[in-house]
Structures are given as C-alpha cells and as structure tokens.
C-alpha cells in the first residue's frame, strides 16, 4: 500500500529534481553555446540536432513535471 511508506513524498523528490535539473541545465547551456558560436559559427551548424536534442531533453523534463502534477491533480478529483 502507497501509505505504508516511511516517505510519501518519495516520488515528489524525483519529479522536482527532474524539474530544476532541465531547468538548469536549459539556462546554463545557452551561454556556453553562445560562447561556442562565437569562436567558431561553424561548430554550431554541424552541432544543430545536439543542441536541438539537449533543450528538448531539459524541455520534456520540465513539461513531465507539470504534466505530473495536473495527471494527478485530476486523478484526485476523479476519485471523489
């Protein structure tokens, strides 16, 4: 049973991580990218599906997560 759990709050500790993780990780690749095209414009063409793959990795982390929330949310109205 999911209340038998010393932390029920278990899984919210992995979804908030996920959150701030493409959070993060979406704010602190665009300088390092910019800084990049910068010294080399090359790079950034022959790099456009890496960098296109890495914000939509932070982007789907940070959409499950709201995603997760109203998933529930709702699972909790349909239950009353």
Not at 55 to 65: E, N, P, Q, R
Not at 67 to 72: T, V
Request: contains cysteine; hydrophobic residues 40%; charged residues 20%.
């Amino acid at each position: 049973m999911d209340t038998d759990h010393p932390d029920l709050n278990r899984w919210w500790k992995h979804r908030r991580r996920g959150y701030y993780t493409g959070k993060w990780w979406a704010i602190l690749q665009t300088p390092c990218w910019v800084l990049l095209g910068i010294y080399d414009p090359k790079v950034l063409e022959s790099m456009g599906v890496v960098i296109g793959w890495s914000y939509g990795i932070s982007a789907t982390l940070i959409v499950s997560y709201f995603g997760n929330n109203i998933a529930e949310a709702w699972a909790g109205k349909v239950k009353q």
